[in-house]
Antibody, heavy 118, light 110 residues
Framework: HLVQAGGGVVQPGGSLRLSCAAS????????MYWVRQAPGKSLEWVAV????????YYTDSVKGRFTISRDNSKNTLFLQLDRMEPADTAVYYC?????????????WGQGTAVTVSS | QSMLTQPPSASGTPGQRVTIACYGD????????VHWYQHLPGRGPKLLIF???ERPSGVPDRFSGSKSGTSASLTISGLRSEDEADYYC???????????FGGGTKLTVL
């Protein structure tokens, strides 16, 4: 079970922090994704973090602007969104990794809407 | 990475069998697992099929997946009204590359 919080409306260049609280599974044992869906578009992976936070990867369009992190003591995943652009407008989902080397996401959050607009 | 190609829409009547295709190439489907997701409005996506044809526990056996070469398909048998949703295929790339999603297929149950 993943419960998301954060999101909202922010101006271009602004910042936002999303959180994702996990329960019902051993959070510290699994990698986690952030995936987004822009209005009228398909799903797009944003970032992924390994179970121990030693590995973090980002899609090219958010590198240097977004930061994925986790607090295993609090079973919580985060996504820090900085220098935001209108193209970042989307519903953001957190998801648990099923197979680290072969993808797949077997538990998803409910999604949180992010709008970048002046 | 190139995106996977899905038909934008599909439809069927209750009880029918519907198949949704997903087309890729040797760099995605041809060399990686395919996973399928069901996405209902206002909710997070749900994993239906993983590793080409395996079902997570709790997913009815009405849902099945297959793969051949650079294409994959999701088949829904005994179509039900609650199956009306968007369906996405995705390849299981390593985390450095990230998964590639299809454009999605909107399934309508007539």
């Amino acid at each position: 079970h993943l419960v998301q919080a954060g999101g909202g409306v922010v101006q271009p260049g602004g910042s936002l922090r999303l959180s994702c609280a996990a329960s019902g599974f051993s959070f510290s044992g699994f990698g986690m994704y952030w995936v987004r869906q822009a209005p009228g578009k398909s799903l797009e992976w944003v970032a992924v973090i390994s179970y121990d936070a030693t590995k973090k990867y980002y899609t090219d369009s958010v590198k240097g602007r977004f930061t994925i992190s986790r607090d295993n003591s609090k079973n919580t995943l985060f996504l820090q969104l900085d220098r935001m652009e209108p193209a970042d407008t989307a519903v953001y989902y957190c998801a648990k990794v099923l197979l680290w080397m072969n993808g797949g996401m077997d538990v998803w959050g409910q999604g949180t809407a992010v709008t970048v607009s002046s | 990475q190139s995106m996977l190609t899905q038909p934008p829409s599909a439809s069927g009547t209750p009880g029918q069998r519907v198949t949704i295709a997903c087309y890729g190439d040797s760099s995605n489907i041809g060399s990686n697992y395919v996973h399928w997701y069901q996405h209902l409005p206002g909710r997070g996506p749900k994993l239906l099929i993983f590793r080409d044809n395996e079902r997570p526990s709790g997913v009815p056996d009405r849902f099945s997946g297959s793969k051949s070469g650079t294409s994959a398909s999701l088949t829904i048998s005994g179509l039900r009204s609650e199956d009306e949703a968007d369906y996405y295929c995705a390849t299981g790339h390593d985390p450095l590359s990230g998964p590639v999603f299809g454009g999605g297929t909107k399934l309508t149950v007539l």
